[in-house]
């Protein structure tokens, strides 16, 4: 067990709806990152807040966002759903500069 | 902007054969490395990892991995491979500054034949 929590564990939605995973790091934790994992593009880092504020952004999509809230658990928002979005989605959390990520066990979204 | 390869999409070795999985990357800088493994269903579980010091590095379940500054290279490797570490395998490049370009390889999966 990692210590990373992520819910739900699978999530079905509809084309066009918005959902929203969370990450609950490991404790004391400050990073949180997102990444999405797709068989055709592997696994693409998202987003990463450090206590509460954006620290690095990768291949996010305008139509997602997230944030970081002072109990430092995080939020992924997927809005305007499409097909391809279906996908594995992780959260990491670090506790140190040399930026050992330690993965939850993801939210499989699936988009139908 | 750091790169990570890994050459070898699917390898399929036998059980208590010997095992490398290739990495190579494109860094300006020393990079800290990592290798993790993913099993079917999981998230991502840390193997070992390279900072500094001794260019060989011990993991868990008996994995090394060597830092090879002429080459780029930081390639894992395994004596004897047990059936239970057929899985997804990701060789990673980062560096300080929490998380700033941490970059993933494509990932190399692993078959172990009986």
């Known amino acids: 067990d990692s210590g990373v929590t992520q819910t739900p564990k699978h999530l079905i939605t509809a084309t066009g709806q918005r959902v929203t995973l969370r990450c609950s790091p490991r404790s004391g934790d400050l990073s949180v990152y997102w990444y999405q994992q797709s068989l055709d593009q592997g696994l693409q880092f998202l987003i990463q807040?450090?206590?509460?504020?954006?620290?690095a952004k990768g291949n996010i999509l305008e139509r997602f966002s997230a944030q970081q809230f002072p109990d430092l658990h995080s939020e992924l928002n997927l809005s305007s759903l499409e097909l391809g979005d279906s996908a594995l989605y992780f959260c990491?959390?670090?506790?140190?500069?040399?930026?050992?990520?330690?993965f939850g066990a993801g939210t499989r979204l699936s988009v139908l | 902007a750091q790169s990570v390869t890994q050459p070898d999409i699917h390898i399929t070795v036998s059980e208590g054969a010997s095992l490398e999985l290739r990495c190579n990357y494109s860094?300006?800088?020393?990079?800290?490395l990592f290798w993790y493994v993913q099993f079917p269903g999981q998230g991502l579980q840390l193997l070992l990892k390279y900072f500094s010091g001794d260019t060989l590095v011990q993991g868990i379940k008996g994995f090394e991995a060597e830092f090879k500054r002429s080459q780029s290279s930081f390639n894992l490797r395994k004596p004897s491979v047990h059936w239970s570490d057929a899985a997804e395998y990701f060789c990673?490049?980062?560096?300080?500054?929490?998380?700033?370009?941490?970059?993933f390889g494509p990932g190399t999966r692993l078959s172990v034949l009986p």
């Open positions: 990491a959390s670090s506790g140190d500069s040399k930026n050992i990520q330690y």
């Open positions: 860094y300006g800088a020393t990079p800290y």
């Open positions: 807040y450090y206590n509460g504020e954006e620290r």
């Open positions: 990673a490049v980062g560096e300080m500054n929490y998380g700033q370009n941490f970059v």
